[in-house]
């Protein structure tokens, strides 16, 4: 805990202040690096060993799959995944290996492309919308006011179990408390930083995502349970892999997206 907590001071502040700063190249360019690290990350860990030669590729048509759709263009989005589609059918049908876990391995490649890299291409895109760097911050807040919340509540509190299949720390009563966090985070961003925001705009999101933030923190659990790692990596001192840092927030960039281009600010 105590390594945590001193790299969430160091770090934390580092990224916050680049986020702010950061021109939309320089934004753009942290999230590559981010999707790119992620990405290796999780095909080391879902990959075999005799899948080894795959997981570069993987981890470069995952940082394309980002790339283009930070662009927020559908033909470029499209074109992207028509690509990578013929790519890796192809690949995998003159590299098969083994007939009985080719279609397993070729999904894995596909599920890293969409877990990792959708996600991470709608927070690229994010930074173009009205507004941008305000609900990256937004997301930012709730997403670590749900988590800080459902850790101590359930540690304090926690007795029924949530889901123990898959997490056996989390109870219910800690989700509940992550939740409540989400509430108050995404109040409190409207009065801090996004004053355009309404209280029930800032209500709805939190009872949307706080929900989402849990599910992310859960299927990510289950991802490293099935392969059997207790960590995605060891990049951050006292937090694990990159994926680590991210469970609780890739499922919140896609609706923050498309409720922030719905919602507009003209």
Known sequence: MKQRILTGIIALPALLLYIYFANPFFYRLLI???????????????LPAERKQEQLPAVAGGVLFVLLTATGN??????????????????????????????????????????????????????DVPWGRQWVFFILLLAMASDTAAYFIGVTFGRRKLYPAISPNKSIEGALGGLAGALIGAVAAKYWFFPVLSVWECLLLGLLLGPLAQIGDLA???????????DSGHL????????????????LFPPVYFFALLRGFG
């Open 32 to 46: 590559l690096v981010v999707a790119g690290l992620a990405l290796l990350e999780f095909y080391r860990m879902v």
């Open 74 to 127: 559908a033909t470029a989005i499209l074109a992207g995944m028509s690509l990578l589609l013929l790519f890796w059918v192809g690949w995998f049908l003159f590299n098969f290996r083994d007939l009985n876990s080719v279609i397993h391995h070729l999904g894995l490649i596909y599920l890293g492309i969409f877990y990792v890299g959708l996600p991470l291409g709608l927070l690229a895109a994010l930074g």
């Open 220 to 230: 990510e659990s289950m991802l490293k349970r099935s392969f059997g790692v207790k």
């Open 236 to 251: 951050i001192p006292g937090h694990g892999g990159i994926l680590d840092r991210l469970d609780s927030l890739l499922l």
